[in-house]
């Protein structure tokens, strides 16, 4: 789940407290191409506002013009399904690609209890699927790992939340920079690490969060999961390898240091010595990136970002 699913469901919260009527949408299937994967959210309002979205825009349209024009009050169940896209024709009026199709759910919400539970838990960056009973409208939360994914089976919608994906930087200096704001566009809360006082000067928060200590105590503290990547950008190994070290024994779903091929070697022989079993160092990007000819600090954190987001992706 990223940080636009999220608010959808902070926005639900705060209008459910309003006393505000709230109809939840979420994509259940798709067929050929479609503008949002299962699992993406939108929210609304009585009156019209809207939260997320499900598609380019003109199935939004479509849902809005459905509440206005009263043909939202005629349908009284609680949870039911909306398809879009059958036909080629309703592919191009709703701005589908040829032969795609969009099913949804249109759930009434009711009883909010469960949002304020899911929130919770994502703040408290646990990973949860919500199962949806369509007959009923029952909802259950299920704690769970981060192999579980979208699911539906006719009867029950399951779908996966959790918190941001996190990416821990060890080294405040200008290539950090780069790599934390092409992170923030993806939607990663950035973490930075490091005690060298000359390169913390000038960051702004919305760059990333300063995490204090030592780069071992600092991943320590963080406590990382799967939805976390730690790189080592200092070319101190002195600083980096006291990252790596606690990093790569993690459960952080990506470890990567900077470096050439030949000081990656090196560094990989260095680890070995303090003791990194060779099943743990293979976890080790390095060097990181994806083979791009990046030679700029732009390109380097372009390339570096296009390789997390594969590994978070799951693509070979």
């Known amino acids: 789940m990223n940080s ?23 994509v259940v299937q798709t067929w050929g191409s479609a503008p949002r994967p299962p699992g993406a959210m939108l929210a609304l309002r009585d009156d019209g506002v809207v939260s997320g979205s499900v598609s380019g825009g003109c199935i939004e349209d479509d849902l809005i013009a459905r509440l206005h ?21 309703e592919a191009a009026r709703f701005g ?50 981060r192999e579980a994914i979208h699911e539906f089976d006719g009867q029950y919608l399951r779908t996966v939340h959790g ?6 930087l060890i080294g405040a200096g200008q290539l950090s920079r780069y790599v934390a704001d092409l992170a923030t566009m993806l939607d990663f809360e950035v973490l930075v690490c490091d005690p060298r006082d000359e390169f913390s000067q000038g960051w702004e928060s919305n760059h990333g969060r300063f995490v204090t200590g030592m780069p071992d105590d600092a991943v320590l503290s963080i406590e990382p999961d799967e939805r ?49 079993a060779p099943e743990t160092l293979a976890r080790l990007h390095g ?21 997390i987001v594969a590994v978070k992706n799951r693509v070979a």
Not at 69 to 89: A, I
Not at 103 to 130: F, G, K, P, Y
Not at 236 to 255: E, G, H, K, Q
Not at 293 to 300: D, K, Q
């Open 4 to 26: 636009v699913d999220l608010g959808v469901l902070q926005d639900v919260r705060t209008w459910a407290d309003e006393g505000r009527q709230v109809v939840l949408y979420t």
């Open 69 to 89: 024009d009263g043909r939202l009050r005629q349908e009284k169940e609680r949870v039911s399904m909306v398809t879009y896209g059958l036909t080629l024709e």
């Open 96 to 145: 589908l690609p040829c032969g795609g199709t969009l099913r949804l759910t249109q759930e009434r919400i009711e009883d909010a209890a469960w949002v304020d539970e899911l929130l919770l838990r994502c703040a408290n960056h646990q990973v949860v699927v919500r199962e949806l009973d369509l007959a009923t409208g029952a909802v259950r939360l299920v704690t769970a790992g």
């Open 163 to 168: 918190p941001r994906w996190r990416l821990m």
């Open 228 to 276: 976390t990547a730690i790189v080592a950008l200092t070319h101190d190994p002195r600083l980096d390898d006291m990252a790596l070290l606690t990093a790569l024994t993690s459960r952080a779903f990506y470890v990567g240091a900077l470096g050439s091929r030949i000081n990656s070697e090196k560094r990989r022989a260095n680890l070995a010595t303090l003791g990194l």
């Open 287 to 307: 060097p990181v990136g994806l083979p791009i000819g990046s030679h700029t600090p732009a390109e380097i954190a372009l390339s570096l970002m296009a390789e």
